[in-house]
């Protein structure tokens, strides 16, 4: 039996995960808040450090992430 990649549904998961981050940290900046976590996807096909630079460039450096304990760590600028 031959397993299947579906290479476009990894996209559309990635991209999934990248809108998610962004609608969550502009939540957290209308809070208040400075800082948020955000698992880290697995078993998905998707790089943690690509997520990172793809939120990123997403929110032109607004928001910049780091991994630690197992999640990513993400920071708002003001």
Do not use: C, W
């Amino acid at each position: 039996m031959k397993i299947r990649i579906n290479k476009n549904q990894q996209a559309i998961n990635f991209q999934t995960h990248v809108g998610t981050i962004v609608m969550i940290a502009e939540q957290k900046s209308k809070a208040g808040y400075d800082r948020f976590s955000y698992p880290i996807p697995r078993n998905q096909g998707i790089d943690a450090y690509t997520l990172i630079e793809e939120v990123e460039n997403e929110t032109e450096q607004s928001v910049y992430g780091k991994i630690k304990d197992g999640h990513i760590k993400f920071s708002i600028r003001d």
